[in-house]
């Protein structure tokens, strides 16, 4: 099992600048990516950005390319997302997740693939 725990959000006013960090424990070792993900009521799940466990290799979403980043400790125990120039649409729910390692596997995978493990989340609004 790989548990997951979110912290971080808060509310702030557009144009700012929030970190988010996700605590990363038990079999780590098994885990291939881990990736943040946001989900506001009445639509669908949507990747935010996410990075390979073992090469730290990132990837973004196309509206969190320029603002965002996603980055893990070198001791493998957290990964945190840094969001600047922050907007009113990027209010909702933030959460991190956990894809353990399957064959073929690429970064590029990590957008879409199915995850294993799941933290409850960290809410973050932005308003004036």
């Known amino acids: 099992q790989v548990r997951l725990v979110e912290s971080g959000g808060g509310l702030v006013q557009p144009g700012g600048s929030l970190r988010l960090s996700c605590a990363v424990s038990g079999r780590t070792g098994d885990v291939y990516g881990v990736g943040w993900f946001r989900q506001a009521p009445g639509k669908e799940r949507e990747s935010v950005a996410a990075i390979t466990w073992s090469g730290g290799i990132p990837s973004y979403a196309d509206f969190a390319k320029g603002r965002f980043t996603i980055s893990r400790d070198n001791g493998k125990t957290s990964t945190f997302l840094q969001m600047n120039s922050l907007k009113l649409g990027d209010t909702t729910l933030y959460h991190c997740?956990?894809?353990?390692?399957?064959?073929?596997?690429?970064?590029?995978?990590?957008?879409?693939?199915?995850?294993?493990?799941w933290g409850p989340g960290t809410q973050v609004t932005v308003s004036s």
């Open positions: 997740d956990a894809v353990r390692w399957r064959l073929g596997m690429t970064p590029s995978d990590l957008a879409t693939t199915p995850y294993d493990y």
